[in-house]
T-cell receptor, first 119, second 112 residues
Framework: DTGVSQDPRHKITKRGQNVTFRCDPI?????LYWYRQTLGQGPEFLTY????????KSRLLSDRFSAERPKGSFSTLEIQRTEQGDSAMYLC?????????????????FGQGTRLTVV | GNSVTQMEGPVTLSEEAFLTINCTYT??????LFWYVQYPGEGLQLLLK?????DKGSNKGFEATYRKETTSFHLEKGSVQVSDSAVYFC???????????FGIGTKLQVIP
Protein backbone atom coordinates (compact mmCIF):
# COMPACT_ATOMS: atom_id res chain seq x y z
CA ASP A 1 0.00 0.00 0.00
CA THR A 2 1.50 3.32 -1.04
CA GLY A 3 -0.92 5.58 0.81
CA VAL A 4 -0.14 8.03 3.60
CA SER A 5 1.24 6.16 6.58
CA GLN A 6 1.12 7.35 10.19
CA ASP A 7 2.82 5.89 13.23
CA PRO A 8 1.83 5.02 15.87
CA ARG A 9 -1.88 4.40 15.35
CA HIS A 10 -2.59 4.81 19.04
CA LYS A 11 -0.68 6.49 21.86
CA ILE A 12 -1.58 6.71 25.52
CA THR A 13 0.60 9.01 27.58
CA LYS A 14 0.61 10.58 31.00
CA ARG A 15 0.04 14.29 31.35
CA GLY A 16 3.30 16.20 31.17
CA GLN A 17 5.08 13.68 28.94
CA ASN A 18 6.35 14.44 25.45
CA VAL A 19 5.09 12.53 22.43
CA THR A 20 6.17 12.40 18.79
CA PHE A 21 4.18 11.21 15.82
CA ARG A 22 5.44 10.35 12.36
CA CYS A 23 3.86 10.76 8.95
CA ASP A 24 5.14 9.23 5.71
CA PRO A 25 3.40 10.87 2.76
CA ILE A 26 2.79 9.35 -0.61
CA UNK A 27 6.05 9.18 -2.50
CA UNK A 28 6.76 12.34 -4.52
CA UNK A 29 4.03 14.32 -2.76
CA UNK A 30 5.81 17.49 -1.76
CA UNK A 31 2.87 19.08 0.04
CA LEU A 32 2.09 17.82 3.55
CA TYR A 33 -0.52 18.89 6.08
CA TRP A 34 -1.24 18.09 9.74
CA TYR A 35 -4.76 18.25 11.14
CA ARG A 36 -6.30 17.57 14.55
CA GLN A 37 -9.72 16.00 15.01
CA THR A 38 -11.45 15.95 18.37
CA LEU A 39 -14.45 13.79 19.14
CA GLY A 40 -17.56 14.87 17.31
CA GLN A 41 -15.77 17.55 15.30
CA GLY A 42 -14.30 17.86 11.85
CA PRO A 43 -10.54 17.95 11.37
CA GLU A 44 -8.88 21.32 12.00
CA PHE A 45 -5.79 22.51 10.16
CA LEU A 46 -2.57 22.67 12.16
CA THR A 47 0.30 23.23 9.77
CA TYR A 48 1.47 22.97 6.15
CA UNK A 49 4.80 22.00 4.57
CA UNK A 50 5.91 22.43 1.01
CA UNK A 51 9.00 20.28 0.67
CA UNK A 52 10.96 20.94 3.87
CA UNK A 53 9.61 24.45 4.41
CA UNK A 54 6.89 25.00 6.99
CA UNK A 55 4.82 27.67 5.26
CA UNK A 56 1.81 28.03 7.52
CA LYS A 57 0.95 27.34 11.14
CA SER A 58 -2.48 27.59 12.71
CA ARG A 59 -3.06 29.48 15.93
CA LEU A 60 -4.07 26.07 17.29
CA LEU A 61 -0.41 25.13 17.22
CA SER A 62 0.73 26.37 20.61
CA ASP A 63 4.36 26.70 21.66
CA ARG A 64 4.23 23.13 22.96
CA PHE A 65 3.72 21.83 19.44
CA SER A 66 6.47 21.58 16.86
CA ALA A 67 6.48 19.99 13.43
CA GLU A 68 9.37 19.21 11.16
CA ARG A 69 10.00 17.82 7.72
CA PRO A 70 13.78 17.83 7.57
CA LYS A 71 14.37 16.23 4.18
CA GLY A 72 11.09 17.06 2.54
CA SER A 73 9.84 13.49 2.87
CA PHE A 74 8.48 12.21 6.21
CA SER A 75 7.29 14.62 8.86
CA THR A 76 7.13 14.53 12.65
CA LEU A 77 4.78 16.28 15.04
CA GLU A 78 5.97 16.63 18.63
CA ILE A 79 3.87 17.71 21.58
CA GLN A 80 5.76 18.69 24.71
CA ARG A 81 4.32 18.62 28.22
CA THR A 82 1.08 17.04 27.04
CA GLU A 83 -2.23 18.14 28.54
CA GLN A 84 -5.54 16.32 28.66
CA GLY A 85 -6.90 18.78 26.10
CA ASP A 86 -4.38 17.45 23.60
CA SER A 87 -6.30 14.17 23.41
CA ALA A 88 -7.43 13.90 19.81
CA MET A 89 -6.85 12.18 16.49
CA TYR A 90 -3.88 13.68 14.64
CA LEU A 91 -4.21 13.35 10.88
CA CYS A 92 -1.63 13.79 8.17
CA UNK A 93 -2.40 14.44 4.52
CA UNK A 94 -0.30 14.86 1.40
CA UNK A 95 -0.78 16.27 -2.08
CA UNK A 96 1.11 16.02 -5.33
CA UNK A 97 3.22 18.93 -6.54
CA UNK A 98 1.73 21.79 -8.51
CA UNK A 99 2.88 21.40 -12.10
CA UNK A 100 2.52 24.11 -14.70
CA UNK A 101 -1.09 24.91 -15.39
CA UNK A 102 -2.41 22.04 -13.26
CA UNK A 103 -5.24 23.25 -11.02
CA UNK A 104 -4.30 23.79 -7.42
CA UNK A 105 -7.15 21.69 -6.17
CA UNK A 106 -5.71 18.20 -6.53
CA UNK A 107 -6.93 15.69 -4.01
CA UNK A 108 -5.44 15.53 -0.51
CA UNK A 109 -4.84 11.96 0.63
CA PHE A 110 -5.24 11.34 4.34
CA GLY A 111 -3.57 8.82 6.59
CA GLN A 112 -5.49 6.80 9.17
CA GLY A 113 -4.32 9.08 11.94
CA THR A 114 -2.70 8.74 15.35
CA ARG A 115 -5.13 8.67 18.25
CA LEU A 116 -3.60 10.35 21.30
CA THR A 117 -5.04 9.85 24.76
CA VAL A 118 -3.54 11.88 27.60
CA VAL A 119 -4.36 10.52 31.04
CA GLY B 1 -12.13 33.27 7.17
CA ASN B 2 -13.37 30.14 5.51
CA SER B 3 -16.06 28.02 7.12
CA VAL B 4 -18.31 25.08 6.33
CA THR B 5 -21.70 24.46 7.91
CA GLN B 6 -23.36 21.09 7.56
CA MET B 7 -26.38 19.55 9.15
CA GLU B 8 -25.71 17.79 12.40
CA GLY B 9 -26.56 14.17 12.78
CA PRO B 10 -27.02 11.53 13.46
CA VAL B 11 -29.19 10.78 10.47
CA THR B 12 -30.95 7.42 10.55
CA LEU B 13 -32.50 6.06 7.36
CA SER B 14 -33.94 2.79 6.22
CA GLU B 15 -32.22 0.96 3.40
CA GLU B 16 -33.20 2.28 -0.06
CA ALA B 17 -34.31 5.65 1.36
CA PHE B 18 -33.28 8.95 -0.26
CA LEU B 19 -30.43 10.81 1.40
CA THR B 20 -29.74 14.53 1.57
CA ILE B 21 -27.06 16.06 3.75
CA ASN B 22 -27.04 19.85 3.55
CA CYS B 23 -23.81 21.82 3.35
CA THR B 24 -23.18 25.53 2.94
CA TYR B 25 -19.91 27.38 2.93
CA THR B 26 -18.26 30.75 3.33
CA UNK B 27 -15.00 31.36 1.53
CA UNK B 28 -12.88 33.98 -0.15
CA UNK B 29 -11.98 33.47 -3.77
CA UNK B 30 -13.04 30.38 -5.66
CA UNK B 31 -12.81 27.32 -3.45
CA UNK B 32 -12.93 23.71 -4.47
CA LEU B 33 -15.57 21.69 -2.64
CA PHE B 34 -15.38 18.14 -1.36
CA TRP B 35 -17.24 15.45 0.46
CA TYR B 36 -15.08 13.12 2.52
CA VAL B 37 -16.31 9.92 4.16
CA GLN B 38 -14.98 8.20 7.27
CA TYR B 39 -16.06 4.61 7.73
CA PRO B 40 -15.84 3.13 11.25
CA GLY B 41 -12.21 2.51 12.19
CA GLU B 42 -10.85 3.93 8.95
CA GLY B 43 -9.26 7.15 7.74
CA LEU B 44 -10.79 9.94 5.69
CA GLN B 45 -11.49 9.11 2.07
CA LEU B 46 -12.46 11.50 -0.66
CA LEU B 47 -15.97 10.68 -1.84
CA LEU B 48 -16.42 13.33 -4.53
CA LYS B 49 -15.32 16.82 -5.47
CA UNK B 50 -16.24 19.83 -7.60
CA UNK B 51 -13.79 22.50 -8.61
CA UNK B 52 -15.96 25.26 -10.08
CA UNK B 53 -19.49 26.59 -10.07
CA UNK B 54 -22.18 24.28 -11.51
CA ASP B 55 -19.81 21.30 -11.51
CA LYS B 56 -21.39 18.08 -10.31
CA GLY B 57 -19.26 15.60 -8.42
CA SER B 58 -20.40 11.99 -8.31
CA ASN B 59 -19.16 8.67 -6.99
CA LYS B 60 -20.71 5.42 -5.75
CA GLY B 61 -24.22 6.77 -6.40
CA PHE B 62 -23.59 9.94 -4.40
CA GLU B 63 -23.87 13.35 -6.08
CA ALA B 64 -23.32 16.98 -5.13
CA THR B 65 -23.55 20.14 -7.24
CA TYR B 66 -21.43 23.25 -6.63
CA ARG B 67 -23.98 26.08 -6.29
CA LYS B 68 -22.20 29.41 -6.13
CA GLU B 69 -25.39 31.46 -5.93
CA THR B 70 -26.50 29.68 -2.76
CA THR B 71 -22.96 28.79 -1.58
CA SER B 72 -24.09 25.20 -1.15
CA PHE B 73 -22.84 21.70 -1.92
CA HIS B 74 -25.55 19.33 -0.71
CA LEU B 75 -24.85 15.60 -0.80
CA GLU B 76 -27.54 13.30 -2.23
CA LYS B 77 -28.03 9.63 -2.91
CA GLY B 78 -31.16 8.10 -4.32
CA SER B 79 -31.06 4.78 -2.47
CA VAL B 80 -28.81 4.26 0.53
CA GLN B 81 -27.39 0.93 1.62
CA VAL B 82 -26.34 -0.38 5.02
CA SER B 83 -22.73 -0.16 3.81
CA ASP B 84 -23.11 3.63 3.45
CA SER B 85 -23.20 3.98 7.23
CA ALA B 86 -20.34 6.35 8.03
CA VAL B 87 -19.52 9.94 8.95
CA TYR B 88 -19.67 12.38 6.04
CA PHE B 89 -17.65 15.61 6.02
CA CYS B 90 -18.27 18.55 3.73
CA UNK B 91 -15.08 20.50 3.07
CA UNK B 92 -13.52 23.23 0.97
CA UNK B 93 -10.00 24.08 -0.12
CA UNK B 94 -8.83 27.50 -1.18
CA UNK B 95 -5.83 29.74 -1.25
CA UNK B 96 -2.34 29.05 -2.43
CA UNK B 97 -1.71 26.32 0.12
CA UNK B 98 -5.06 24.62 -0.46
CA UNK B 99 -5.55 23.78 3.18
CA UNK B 100 -8.87 22.06 3.74
CA UNK B 101 -11.59 23.46 6.00
CA PHE B 102 -14.02 20.82 7.22
CA GLY B 103 -17.55 20.86 8.51
CA ILE B 104 -18.48 19.17 11.76
CA GLY B 105 -19.41 15.89 10.10
CA THR B 106 -22.75 14.12 9.80
CA LYS B 107 -23.10 10.57 11.04
CA LEU B 108 -25.31 8.45 8.81
CA GLN B 109 -26.77 5.19 10.03
CA VAL B 110 -28.65 3.03 7.56
CA ILE B 111 -30.79 0.28 9.02
CA PRO B 112 -31.98 -2.79 7.10
Amino acid sequence: DTGVSQDPRHKITKRGQNVTFRCDPISEHNRLYWYRQTLGQGPEFLTYFQNEAQLEKSRLLSDRFSAERPKGSFSTLEIQRTEQGDSAMYLCASRSPIQGAQPLNTEAFFGQGTRLTVV
Amino acid sequence: GNSVTQMEGPVTLSEEAFLTINCTYTATGYPSLFWYVQYPGEGLQLLLKATKADDKGSNKGFEATYRKETTSFHLEKGSVQVSDSAVYFCALASGGYQKVTFGIGTKLQVIP
